[in-house]
């Protein structure tokens, strides 16, 4: 079946430090959204990117889509404790069977 | 109502015994979709329902697990004869649009722990 590599599993940090976490697939997306969940939650729509190469901030946080519609990227600038928390990523294209299809996450920890 | 809800929000039950989740979602989303978390995990797909289609089953992983939605709205899943390996979150989301067209939703879970 179709699926979404997401990496890494974990990033540690510190606070103010940057963070970045990376969705890749081998085939083209028709768009990708992007969720935040944090611990003992539920996820939480952040974004979703449709354009080949198209970049959004938020804030802090930067998404972008590549031109081929194959990888995605999700940037976080000088962390905060408020951004602790696993981000998934989740594709949808065609070939699905209209299912999304998620990305494993990225788990952000902040070190104390 | 203002969110997608589930209950109950905990559930502990006896290996072995049945087991069903109630999932409410926002109203009008024509999209309802369960998964299942365990601890650390990332998403499992089970089911997915759209509108007055036949619903999507490739992800329920054993015969033990069923669900059904009634009148395109409050969806239940049931587990039969429950495993310790079924302990894990479940999530319930629905969404307006086809999967990847807008947001989805999701409810705050049930936790389920087979003891």
């Known amino acids: 079946g179709q699926q979404v590599m997401q990496i890494p599993q974990y990033q540690h940090v510190q606070e103010g430090e940057d963070f970045t976490t990376y969705c890749n697939s081998s085939?083209?997306?028709?768009?990708i959204q992007w969720y935040k969940q944090r611990p003992g939650g539920h996820p939480v729509f952040l974004i979703q990117?449709?354009?080949s190469g198209e970049v959004k901030k938020q804030k802090r946080l930067t998404f972008q889509f590549g031109e081929a519609k194959k990888n995605s990227s999700l940037h976080i600038t000088a962390t905060q404790t408020t951004d602790v928390g696993t981000y998934f990523c989740?594709?949808?294209?065609?070939?699905?069977?209209?299912?999304?299809?998620w990305g494993a996450g990225t788990k952000l920890i902040i070190k104390p | 109502g203002a969110g997608v809800s589930q209950s109950p929000s905990n559930k502990v039950t006896e290996k072995g015994k049945d087991v069903e989740l109630r999932c409410d979602p926002i109203?009008?989303?024509?999209?309802l979709y369960w998964y299942r978390q365990s601890l650390g995990q990332g998403l499992e797909f089970l089911i997915y329902?759209?509108?007055?289609?036949?619903?999507?089953k490739s992800g329920l992983p054993s015969d033990r697990f069923s669900a059904e939605r009634t009148g395109g709205s409050v969806s239940t899943l049931t587990i039969q004869r429950t495993q310790q390996e079924d302990s894990a979150v479940y999530l319930c989301?629905?969404?307006?649009?086809?999967?990847?067209?807008?947001?989805?939703?999701f409810g705050q879970g049930t936790r389920l722990t087979v003891v």
């Open positions: 989301a629905s969404s307006f649009l086809r999967p990847g067209q807008g947001e989805t939703f």
């Open positions: 085939t083209t997306l028709s768009n």
């Open positions: 989740a594709a949808w294209h065609m070939d699905s069977n209209y299912q999304l299809i």
């Open positions: 990117l449709v354009k």
């Open positions: 329902f759209q509108g007055n289609s036949a619903p999507d």
């Open positions: 109203s009008g989303h024509t999209a």
